[in-house]
């Protein structure tokens, strides 16, 4: 079955505190794997785009990386704007139906 | 450009009462999606279509029905609602099976 699976739920993190988000996946046949940031009260808004393994892609302070099995999004020195929930996703096998993880909260203390 | 636009952004309904969400997109995308999203359970695929006059069930069909008559629009109905779909719905739209899906801003509904 495929799934999309993210951890830790909750991250709280100081300004300045470097960390990883983690997104694992177990779809067949991956064609492409997506992170997204999710303001309360708004809907997700499309950050980055992964469809091979090594790949990587960076934006201001976040970095998203793919292996074979799983992508980790990298926060280096957040700040408290950096705070939201992530979220990954992924399309099916066919490509039509498109998954997402439950997400990580993060928190960026001042 | 709107993007992904969804109505109403808020609705009260009571149990039993019946209505339809909107979704319109002006990307010209082919795939549309209904979405619910309820407190740690993430975002679940309610039903979802690949093209006008297409339609197809996702993880949590039942109690909803949808209609895609034309390309721009995804309509998402709930013929008797229950307390259990009190949920924030979100639609979103992309155009390709491995491109980005664009997000609405999401419809709040309560039902009591």
């Known amino acids: 079955e495929d799934q999309v699976t993210q951890s830790p739920e909750a991250l709280r993190l100081q300004e300045g505190e470097s960390s990883s988000l983690n997104c694992s996946y177990t779809?067949?046949?991956?064609?492409?794997l997506f992170w997204y940031r999710q303001d309360p009260g708004k809907g997700p808004e499309f950050l980055f785009t992964?469809?091979?393994a090594g790949e990587e892609k960076e934006k201001e302070r976040l970095k998203a990386t793919l292996t074979k099995k799983e992508s980790f999004l990298h926060i280096t020195a957040p700040k408290p704007e950096d705070s939201a929930t992530y979220l990954c996703?992924?399309?099916?096998?066919?490509?039509?139906?498109?998954?997402f993880g439950t997400g990580t909260s993060l928190t960026v203390i001042p | 450009n709107a993007g992904v636009t969804q109505t109403p952004k808020f609705r009260v309904l009571k149990t039993g009462q019946s209505m339809t969400l909107l979704c319109a997109q002006d990307m010209n995308h082919e795939y549309m999606y209904w979405y619910r999203q309820d407190p740690g359970m993430g975002l679940r695929l309610i039903h979802y279509?690949?093209?006008?006059?297409?339609?197809a069930k996702g993880e949590v069909p039942d109690g909803y029905n949808v209609s895609r008559l034309k390309k721009q629009n995804f309509l998402l109905g709930l013929e008797s609602a229950a307390p259990s779909q009190t949920s924030v719905y979100f639609c979103?739209?992309?155009?390709?099976?491995?491109?980005?899906?664009?997000f609405g801003q999401g419809t709040r509904l309560t039902v009591v």
């Open positions: 996703a992924g399309p099916s096998e066919t490509g039509n139906q498109f998954y």
């Open positions: 779809v067949s046949g991956l064609r492409g």
């Open positions: 279509s690949v093209g006008e006059g297409t339609t």
């Open positions: 992964l469809y091979s």
């Open positions: 979103a739209s992309r155009q390709g099976w491995n491109t980005e899906a664009f």
